[in-house]
């Protein structure tokens, strides 16, 4: 295992779920972590958890819907730290519904959030990278981005579409600048992602699939895992799922 202790890792959606269990994870291993997100009061209580545990952290407001907030965000981690080691793309909401709901406002915000995100990360993190000739960039899928079901379609679209990115991504970069791409792919975790739901059927059956859940920090381990990889290493796509899921 590498030692991440001068890792800098700026992670989105890190107020709650995935990423504020990537985030204190890695700040546990000794990384620097740069948390972004909305809700600012859940930032800053997440900073000084990992403080009060010894850790090294320090949070940006950010919508990444805003591509002005991700180049922003990019500018501090730089500002704060000099470098830019890894971002992980991790926000995401899931507003699944059947398509002939016609929640179109819906559509475009996973539209928005889930690909123009990630995309916007991407652009903020990728010139420092190239300069270094280093760096690694992991994206947030979701077995959702492996196969569609019913009320799936839009959310798996975006979701296939982050595979598709992290691809190229992984393509163009690797062998010239030594960037490495990883996607990740979670099946059912426990976090507040359900709460984006507001389709009464798909609400209906949510507590079914909150029955199956597994901890964020499973997740949190497979990012760390792909981070801790030797640089020769790229660890390009890890699914993960509760046992008991079969989808
Ligand atoms: P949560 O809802 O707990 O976390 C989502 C995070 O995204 C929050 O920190 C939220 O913060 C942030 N976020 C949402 N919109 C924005 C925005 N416009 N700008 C910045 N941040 C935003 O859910 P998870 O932890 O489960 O989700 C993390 C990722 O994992 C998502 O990409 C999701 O699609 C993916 N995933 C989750 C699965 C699961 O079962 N939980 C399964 C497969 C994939 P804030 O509201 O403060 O901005």
């Given at each position: 295992m590498e030692n991440t202790t001068s890792k800098v890792v700026i992670i989105t959606g890190a107020s709650s779920g995935i990423g504020e269990a990537t985030a204190k994870l890695l700040a546990k291993q000794g990384a620097k972590i740069v948390l972004a997100a909305r809700r600012e009061d859940r930032l800053q209580a997440i900073v000084n958890d990992i403080k009060q545990e010894g850790g090294e952290a320090v949070y940006f407001t950010t919508d990444v819907t805003s591509q002005q907030d991700t180049q922003e965000l990019a500018q501090f981690a730089l500002k704060q730290y000099g470098r830019i080691d890894v971002l992980v793309n991790n926000a995401g909401v899931m507003p699944v519904s059947r398509l002939n709901e016609l929640r179109v406002e819906e559509w475009e915000h996973m539209i928005d959030v889930n690909i123009k995100g990630v995309l916007y990360g991407i652009a903020a993190v990728l010139p420092a990278m190239r300069e270094q000739q280093n760096g690694h960039i992991i994206n947030v899928s979701?077995?959702?981005?492996?196969?569609?079901?019913?009320?799936?379609?839009?959310?798996?679209?975006?979701?296939?579409?982050?595979?598709?990115?992290?691809?190229?991504?992984?393509?163009?970069?690797?062998?010239t600048s030594n960037i490495r791409s990883t996607i990740i792919s979670p099946g059912i975790t426990d976090s507040e992602l359900i709460n984006t739901v507001k389709s009464p059927e798909v609400q209906a059956m949510a507590s079914h699939f909150s029955s199956l859940s597994i901890s964020p920090y499973r997740i949190a381990g497979a990012i760390a895992y792909a981070i801790h990889e030797p640089e020769d290493t790229g660890i390009n796509e890890i699914v993960i799922r509760p046992t008991a899921q079969s989808m």
């Amino acid at each position: 295992m590498e030692n991440t202790t001068s890792k800098v890792v700026i992670i989105t959606g890190a107020s709650s779920g995935i990423g504020e269990a990537t985030a204190k994870l890695l700040a546990k291993q000794g990384a620097k972590i740069v948390l972004a997100a909305r809700r600012e009061d859940r930032l800053q209580a997440i900073v000084n958890d990992i403080k009060q545990e010894g850790g090294e952290a320090v949070y940006f407001t950010t919508d990444v819907t805003s591509q002005q907030d991700t180049q922003e965000l990019a500018q501090f981690a730089l500002k704060q730290y000099g470098r830019i080691d890894v971002l992980v793309n991790n926000a995401g909401v899931m507003p699944v519904s059947r398509l002939n709901e016609l929640r179109v406002e819906e559509w475009e915000h996973m539209i928005d959030v889930n690909i123009k995100g990630v995309l916007y990360g991407i652009a903020a993190v990728l010139p420092a990278m190239r300069e270094q000739q280093n760096g690694h960039i992991i994206n947030v899928s979701s077995v959702a981005g492996h196969s569609v079901s019913p009320t799936s379609a839009v959310y798996s679209a975006t979701k296939f579409a982050v595979r598709a990115i992290s691809e190229g991504l992984r393509q163009e970069e690797s062998p010239t600048s030594n960037i490495r791409s990883t996607i990740i792919s979670p099946g059912i975790t426990d976090s507040e992602l359900i709460n984006t739901v507001k389709s009464p059927e798909v609400q209906a059956m949510a507590s079914h699939f909150s029955s199956l859940s597994i901890s964020p920090y499973r997740i949190a381990g497979a990012i760390a895992y792909a981070i801790h990889e030797p640089e020769d290493t790229g660890i390009n796509e890890i699914v993960i799922r509760p046992t008991a899921q079969s989808m």
